[in-house]
């Protein structure tokens, strides 16, 4: 081979990469940037060593509303934080609904809201300490501290004192203090504030006039889905404080034949879903009827968009479809699966939790998610009801050993806080359900061999106030005619 003279050599021609994460800078390819690792890495077992932090002010501020002058007033802190919630706090927060709430709505608020602003920037400092180590705590952040306090101060006159068209600033912020202490593990502060969150939301935002620059259904999605999860959570006392939906109701809906888009599908679902979920403890029969129709209605649109738009979906998408395919499994699931009576249709229901469990672990996978022992950032704060609450179901429910491990691996192998659903907690306390199953029954080889009267058939969570603590009340119904007693066991869960 002939020999190239030094002065006629070229260098391979690459493409640029000034964006994306620090792999691909190094390997010069095009990232395709999804949070918090990248795709391109993750999908060929490269380690992703994320993302560098710029800290001038994010250039897609610009159009959010000309003149955002409060940026020339932050630190360096502060505008890490800001570029942070903009490229992290914000996809991970949405998840799969509309972002526009928290990358432009709030933005513009912020320019004249100084509460709005410090509460943002506390925010991000938070879930930018979560992402990285798996801990909030503000008291270790003084940063943070210091400005939710002086977000807390610009509010706290309250909004009975506060213009009518300030009403909705006080409900969006309160949203960002619930995350801000869910991020901390403080669940009870939570608790409350979703609480009065709900309360002001009903009586005093959707009757105040004037409000069309904030978008009501998105902030009662919100609203709606704490709400849906605390129902989950058997939180006790919750049950009394529900609020119902007044801005949709699932059952003036119109579905169409055919979703035209799997986010429609998405919307329908939620808003069918959140209704049922938080009035099902007061429907008549006739009411349980007309939302089962709904249900089916809404699985024949469903399918028949899957059909038109065959296998080919984008990976958001594909992962969309899944999460909603979880959702629809474990609707369908019947009373006596999750309370465990009924063991002779263990067969029935263990099928149904595989599938919910072989669904989870690809959305996972999907979602370029990083295992707990990657070296990646892999934890995932979210408002989403994505994984979480099913696969704690599966784990609790599932008499089958198989099944139920492979629920407690996926929980503990990708962390994650969906809203109030931590996967840690909900592998430690469904795994000492099963402790306790298996521990009365024996061995267990298969889903058979627990009896009726050993199976938990539901659990309490009691939170303590100020502490990261909480009391969970494990139960059974016994088995009176062979004078089997019947659990209550109540143990300490700390984090």
Request: net charge neutral.
């Amino acid at each position: 081979m002939p020999r190239v003279n030094p002065a006629d050599r070229k260098r391979v021609r690459r493409p640029k990469t000034r964006t994306g994460c620090k792999t691909c800078k190094i390997r010069r390819i095009k990232c395709d940037e999804a949070k918090p690792s990248c795709r391109r890495c993750t999908s060929t077992g490269r380690k992703c060593d994320g993302y560098d932090v710029s800290l001038e002010p994010p250039s897609s501020l610009v159009g959010v509303r000309k003149g955002l002058y409060w940026t020339d007033s932050l630190s360096s802190r502060g505008l890490r934080a800001l570029q942070f919630f903009q490229e992290i706090t914000v996809p991970q927060l949405a998840g799969s609904h509309d972002h526009s709430l928290w990358s432009h709505k709030l933005l513009q608020s912020a320019c004249e809201d100084v509460g709005m602003r410090h509460a943002i920037v506390a925010l991000s400092t938070l879930h930018e300490d979560f992402v990285t180590t798996g801990e909030a705590e503000r008291t270790k952040d003084s940063f943070a501290l210091q400005q939710y306090n002086l977000s807390i101060r610009q509010y706290i006159k309250g909004p009975s004192q506060a213009r009518p068209d300030c009403i909705m600033d006080y409900s969006v912020a309160s949203i960002i203090y619930i995350c801000i202490e869910l991020l901390q593990g403080h669940y009870q502060s939570a608790l409350s504030l979703i609480e009065s969150s709900v309360r002001l939301f009903y009586d005093e935002v959707v009757k105040a006039p004037g409000l069309s620059r904030w978008p009501l259904e998105m902030i009662e999605v919100i609203l709606d889905r704490f709400q849906c999860q605390i129902m989950g959570l058997m939180v006790k006392s919750f049950a009394s404080k529900v609020v119902l939906p007044s801005v949709r109701r699932a059952d003036t809906l119109v579905i169409p034949e055919q979703f035209e888009s799997v986010h429609e599908a998405n919307d329908y679902f939620d808003c069918y879903y959140q209704t049922y979920a938080l009035s099902k403890g007061s429907l008549s029969a006739e009411e349980i009827k007309s939302y089962v129709q709904i249900l089916r209605r809404w699985v024949a649109a469903f399918d028949a968009m899957l059909a038109s738009l065959g296998p080919d979906l984008h990976w958001r998408d594909a992962r969309m479809v899944k999460l909603l395919q979880i959702q629809q499994l474990m609707l369908n699931l019947p009373s006596q699966a999750k309370s465990g009576v009924g063991s002779g249709r263990d067969a029935e229901f263990t099928a149904i939790y595989r599938q919910v469990v072989d669904l989870a672990e690809s959305a996972l996978h999907e979602g370029g998610a990083a295992p707990i022992d990657s070296s990646a950032p892999h934890f995932v704060f979210t408002l989403d009801v994505d994984v979480v609450g099913p696969l704690y179901d599966v784990a609790c429910g599932c008499r089958d050993p198989s099944v139920r491990r492979r629920a407690l691996a996926l929980l503990r192998r990708y962390p994650r806080r969906e809203g109030l659903w931590d996967s840690l907690l909900a592998a430690r306390t469904a795994e000492r359900c099963m402790e306790l199953e298996e521990g009365a029954a024996g061995v267990v080889e298969s889903a058979a061999d627990v009896p009726d009267w050993a199976r938990v058939s539901h659990t309490t969570a009691i939170f303590n106030v100020g502490e990261r603590r909480a009391t969970v009340i494990f139960e059974s119904t016994g088995a009176p005619a062979t004078d089997s007693p019947a659990i209550s066991l109540s143990e300490v869960l700390e984090w």
